[in-house]
Every structure is written in structure tokens, then in C-alpha cells.
């Protein structure tokens, strides 16, 4: 049942009555279904993802719509003819990384609904094809590395304040903090973040060690507790860069214009 927050036409009709309203508009090319309402099996709890590729338009004044369909709230993710066409004549691997590449991702995973005149079925195929979207280097990850031990230093030093200000700081610091190592977690893997859902799939079945100190951190009691877990996650995230980095790590230099941080401070210290 729809909320009083959107209240759209669509909450009413069926998902076929919507696609056939939408074939009888010349601008909607096509309907895309994504997520885990377009994997085999959906819970009834799931909401509803669909990609619409529209033409006549260059750009899109906004990629995400929200509303609902027979009761079903949905998201909407609005994909230009051009951005399908470009992928279409794109030769090689995309990179999965970028915007062009995101859109690659739903057309490789998704299920075409409705297709005026075959290219959304035509991209899907292409894009399915192995090879075609370049997974994340884990080796080109160093600024998630950097974030998450900077937040770790922080937060170790903010967890040894007895001031309730900064307590209660660092209980708010916690909240994106381990957002950040579930989203980081993917690409030091040379994965793709795929969403709450799918990572919880994952880690239960690939790795439950992390899955259980997940687990364990969502149930923990207090701050001290919280910060006990947060720093197993943060341990079990950087295993394949061998874990956080201590006070005495070293980037290894690079030339301009990747001059890192680290080598401005030590070249700094040199001249002194």
C-alpha cells in the first residue's frame, strides 16, 4: 500500500496494464527489470527496479524516480537512447566503475520487459557476454585503504576520550564508517558492490567469518562493544591488502601528478 508521500497513477494498475500504457508513448524505447525482483525467487518483501530508456532526450535532469506499481513501491532509473547506443558500438570492456559501466551492469543482469525495436535486447546480450565489464583492481584501491585507516586512527583516539561529546561522536562516526568497509569490502576484491541484499548472499555463503563478525557488530550492546566489532571488520575488509596500516606505513613513492600524500610530508620533513 502506497504512502501519502507518492501518490502516482500507477499505484492502481497492474505491472502489465503499465507496460502497455508505456508501449503507446513514442519516447519510452524500452523497460528493463533489475535487482532481486529480477532474480529468480523474489521475497515479498522486495520493492521493484525498473530501467526505462527513453529517447529524444541528451541528458537526464535526473537518473532515480520513486513511486508504485499495484501497491509495489518501485524505483525508476531513467537511461538516455544515446547512453544505450554508445554502449552498443562500444568495442572492448567497459569499465564497470564508471556511469556507462553501471548502466552495462543492469543490462548484463537484467530482464528486458518491453523492447520497441530489439536494441534493448541486443545491449543485454552484449553485455552478458564474458569479459565485456572490467571487474574493480584491487590494486588500484588505495584511496579506500587510505579511508579506512584513517577512520580507524580517529576513531581509536576518540574511543579513549572520556568526554561524552566525543563518545557520542564516535557512535555517529560508526554509522558510515562500517558503510564504508561493506562498500570497499567488494573492490578490494576485484568485485562489484551490488547492494545490501547481495552482499549479505555473499558473505554468508563466501566468506562467513566476515559475515558472522557482521552479525555480531548489528547486535552489539554499547559503544565499547560496537568499536570491538568495528575493529574485527575493519581487520577482515583489508585482508587482501594484509591488513590496516600502522603508524609506520609507507606508500611507496610515486612520480607527479600521483605524488602521494605520504611523500609530500616525508619530502617536507627532508628540507627541514
Not at 65 to 83: A, C, F, H, K, P
Not at 226 to 246: C, E, K, Q, S
Request: glycine letters at 8%; one cysteine or more; aromatic letters at 8%.
Amino acid at each position: 500500500m502506497s504512502t501519502s508521500l507518492i501518490q502516482h497513477r500507477s499505484d492502481a494498475l497492474t505491472l502489465q496494464q503499465v507496460l502497455d500504457r508505456l508501449a503507446r508513448c513514442q519516447r519510452v524505447l524500452g523497460l528493463l527489470r533489475i535487482g532481486s525482483q529480477g532474480a529468480p525467487g523474489p521475497g515479498t518483501s522486495s520493492d521493484l527496479d525498473l530501467v526505462l530508456v527513453l529517447a529524444g532526450l541528451d541528458a537526464m535532469p535526473s537518473r532515480v524516480g520513486l513511486t508504485w506499481i499495484d501497491g509495489q513501491l518501485t524505483d525508476l532509473l531513467y537511461v538516455t537512447e544515446s547512453e544505450m547506443d554508445d554502449l552498443l558500438a562500444a568495442e572492448g570492456a567497459i569499465d564497470g566503475q564508471t556511469w556507462p559501466g553501471r548502466i552495462a551492469r543492469w543490462f548484463a543482469a537484467g530482464t528486458v520487459l518491453w523492447d520497441r525495436d530489439g536494441r534493448l535486447t541486443r545491449l543485454c546480450s552484449a553485455m552478458s557476454e564474458p569479459g565485456r565489464i572490467n571487474r574493480p583492481d584491487p590494486a588500484l584501491q588505495h584511496d579506500r585503504v587510505w579511508s579506512i585507516c584513517y577512520n580507524l586512527a580517529q576513531n581509536e583516539r576518540m574511543a579513549d576520550s572520556d568526554d561524552p561529546l566525543y563518545r557520542q561522536a564516535l557512535a555517529m562516526r560508526l554509522l558510515y564508517c562500517v558503510s564504508d568497509l561493506m562498500t570497499a569490502y567488494f573492490p578490494l576484491r576485484g568485485l562489484h558492490w551490488e547492494g545490501e541484499k547481495a552482499a549479505l548472499r555473499y558473505w554468508r555463503t563466501r566468506d562467513p567469518a566476515f559475515a558472522e563478525a557482521m552479525d555480531a557488530y548489528l547486535a552489539a550492546d554499547g559503544l565499547e562493544a560496537r568499536m570491538t566489532r568495528y575493529r574485527l571488520l575493519v581487520d577482515l575488509t583489508l585482508v587482501p591488502v594484509g591488513g590496516a596500516w600502522g603508524p609506520d606505513h609507507r606508500i611507496p613513492a610515486q612520480p607527479l601528478p600521483h605524488f602521494g600524500a605520504d611523500d609530500i610530508w616525508e619530502h617536507c620533513l627532508s628540507q627541514g
